[in-house]
Nanobody
Framework: QVQLVESGGGLVQAGDSLRLSCAAS????????MGWFRRAPGKEREFVTA????????RYADSVKGRFTISRDNAKNTVYLQMNSLKPEDTAVYYC?????????????????WGQGTQVTVSS
């Protein structure tokens, strides 16, 4: 069992940066691929980025590539999402999730655990 708690969301202006954190409970955190997803108002949930258990492989949605960076600290049971050059279209609730898959998967169906989400609002 893994419990996930996101933090770090807020209201920022276009061009600003934010760093989201996702703290996980459980001793097996390091065994999971971790992902970030988001849901914008009126839209379906979409994949943002994922990182394998070792941090050796990452994957990004085209819409965030070059602006967002995922990282993890297994000693702290935490995964991070550094978001730079934020745009109004990045406005969404951001969720972290944990998957037993060994690859940095973008498929939400294989993520076993989800956090409650943190709101990110980017004003123009």
């Amino acid at each position: 069992q893994v419990q996930l708690v996101e933090s770090g969301g807020g209201l920022v202006q276009a061009g600003d940066s934010l760093r989201l954190s996702c703290a996980a409970s459980g001793r097996t955190f390091s065994a999971y691929t971790m992902g970030w997803f988001r849901r914008a108002p009126g839209k379906e949930r979409e994949f943002v980025t994922a990182i394998t258990w070792s941090g050796g492989s990452t994957r990004y949605a085209d819409s965030v590539k070059g602006r967002f960076t995922i990282s993890r600290d297994n000693a702290k049971n935490t995964v991070y999402l550094q978001m730079n050059s934020l745009k109004p279209e990045d406005t969404a609730v951001y969720y972290c999730a944990a998957s037993r898959e060994v690859i940095a998967t973008m498929n939400p169906r294989v993520y076993n655990y989800w956090g409650q989400g943190t709101q990110v609002t980017v004003s123009s």
